[in-house]
């Protein structure tokens, strides 16, 4: 305590304004979400050269971007539970120096096998990054900011997603797409290293803050050993409600992740040139989306309680979602398919910092499980959404009838947020 005072009397001497260390804590997060994205989308703007390279046909290639969203899904909850028990310092530094190997693994790939085993591996570390995030987020930040933080956390991710191409096809077009990889990894562990050095998961650790902004936060949670409870955590009725809503949502974000480019070239008759434009698009309005998202979830909170500032306004965005889907499929117009196109996506993400934010709201201690179980769901209705998506278009031949199935899992969703109580803890 002597330490933190005279700390503080420095930095009111020195005339300077005192930075919150939560703050500090929040770019770190931004970046590390930007991060995230950049490295999954990357081999997305590689594929081209890299099937020329290693010989992989499209079916093959589907598969090794599915493998990556099949791994990402399966080790969530145990990722996320683990930054519980160990505390999000240390997991966050291992598992970004995990998949930070495998980037740089795949820049190194051989052939079809060891790519596909890459890719698994690399999803099996990116999975942890966002329920350790959610982590992050209770343990430091007042409950007055947890929707609107997320909402800047998932916002940078979406920047990372639009900044993808704009980065890796001038780097391989320098370098090469196997050094671009090698790039992308060291920027990883880069952070990883700064993160290990800064950053405590008890802010009463960290050097520097002030006893008014340890005022402002949480109570501590404990980091504390304990297993999985399967049974408690698929058995809760918050939590099924919760994974349910999150499986049918995901049918949309993968449309756009996996599918969206194809359709515009294939569908909507884009030229390439004006796919790589049009494609970054829904990714900038999504950014936009959670910010404004996080910061309204926020608001509506403190004015009107959880019910009406959280699971309200996400079923009404994500109903405004499927209805713009639809009818991006009914017009011909290329300029109204940009323009639906990118509001479909931005309008469903001003829903997740909202989701985020319900999990926190119910998990608190069990944040990180909570929020693990939440994406592991998304992110297997992700795997189904890809792989389906696919053979519907080969069965009939068409874009449109795909995109209907994905409006109506998102409409679903709407309808299952109704049922989500964020006043109901979960006890596990």
């Known amino acids: 305590m002597r330490d933190r005072a005279a700390g503080e ?32 989308i990357s081999i997305s703007v590689a594929a081209p050269r890299i099937q020329d390279e290693l010989n992989i046909p499209a079916d093959k290639f589907g598969w090794i971007l599915g493998a990556f969203v099949l791994a990402y899904g399966l080790f969530e909850i145990p990722t996320g539970a683990m930054g519980d028990r160990l505390g999000q310092r240390s997991v966050l530094t291992r598992i970004v120096l995990w998949w930070s190997g495998f980037t740089a693994l795949t820049g190194a790939a051989t052939g079809f096998w060891p790519l596909l085993g890459i890719r698994f591996l690399f999803g099996a570390g990116e999975a942890g990054a966002y329920p350790n995030a959610s982590g992050v987020v209770a343990r430091w930040f007042p409950f007055r900011e947890h929707a609107r933080t997320q909402g800047f956390i998932w916002a940078a991710s979406r920047f990372g997603g639009a900044l993808s191409p704009l ?19 060291a920027v990883g562990a880069v952070w990883a290293l700064i993160w290990r050095l800064w950053f405590h998961d008890d802010p009463r650790d960290q050097p520097g803050i002030t006893t008014a902004e340890l005022a402002e936060l949480p109570p501590p949670i404990p980091v504390r050993p304990h297993t999985i409870p399967w049974g408690k955590l698929f058995g809760n009725p918050q939590m099924r409600l919760i994974m349910a809503m999150y499986w049918c949502y995901a049918w949309g974000s993968w449309f756009f992740f996996a599918w969206f480019p194809t359709y515009l070239v294939k569908s909507a008759h884009f030229s390439e040139t004006e796919m790589g434009f ?18 309204l979830s926020d608001r509506l909170v403190v004015r009107f309680g959880k019910r009406q500032g959280r699971v309200y306004p996400a079923a009404i965005s994500l109903a405004a979602s499927a209805a713009l889907l639809v009818g991006m499929t009914q017009t011909h117009d290329k300029l109204a398919i940009v323009v639906l196109s990118s509001l479909g996506f931005g309008v469903a993400d001003l829903m997740l910092p909202m989701a985020w934010a ?35 278009v080969t069965a009939t031949g068409s874009y449109s009838i795909p995109v209907w199935l994905v409006a109506a899992m998102v409409l679903t969703a709407a309808l299952l947020f109704t049922k989500i109580d ?7």
């Open 358 to 392: 319900v999990c926190l709201d119910i998990g608190h201690k069990n944040a990180g499980l909570v929020t693990g179980a939440m994406n592991t769901a998304g992110q297997l209705g992700g795997f189904v959404c890809s792989v389906a998506f696919g053979y519907i």
């Open 167 to 185: 980065l890796v096809v001038p780097l391989q077009r320098a370098v090469g797409w196997r050094a671009a990889f090698f790039i992308l990894a």
């Open 278 to 295: 049009v494609a970054a698009l829904p990714y900038l309005m999504g950014t936009v989306g959670n910010l404004i998202g996080g910061a």
């Open 422 to 428: 964020p006043t109901q803890p979960v006890e596990l």
């Open 9 to 40: 009397d420095r930095a009111q001497s020195s005339g300077w304004p005192v930075v919150k260390k939560r703050y500090v804590t929040l770019t770190l997060l931004l970046s590390l979400a930007i991060i995230t994205f950049l490295d999954r």
